[in-house]
């Protein structure tokens, strides 16, 4: 998908609502995921994971957040103690871990399984977790999964 994309539909980012964005039960993992690691990074701008992050990376815009660094994730080299994202899997694929684990000891990430109508840009929807160290399923359909920098 194109930057253009993204900037092009900002409405459709802006207003989501479960379960495209996390719901309660799942921002509480998140943040328990997180709890005493610093500085935490937000892949995308979910903004129902704001409050957990000390900095957010997209190359989208939307919002004038001063902790917001515009930047493809593939290319930071911010590191983080904790990295988090949701649905950022469906749209990169598994190799969006390994960048993930180069920069950051965690990384936790709220995966689709299948797809559904309403979704318009996810495209991967994996079964299996490699490499998760843990694989939390939070609705139908829905997994958080934790992956742990290799010691």
Partial sequence: MEEKDFIAT????????PPLCPNEKEVEIYAQECKGSYPVCLFGLTRQLHHIADF???????ETDKRIIQCDWMLLEEKSKVIIGDGVINLLEFKLIDKALSLAEKFVTRIFTKKQE???YASFFP????KASEVIPTQDGVVIAIYKRPK
């Fill in 56 to 62: 957010m990376v997209d190359f989208n815009r939307i």
């Fill in 127 to 130: 079964k299996d977790f490699p």
């Fill in 10 to 17: 900002k409405n459709y980012w802006f207003n989501t609502k």
């Fill in 118 to 120: 309403w979704m318009k």
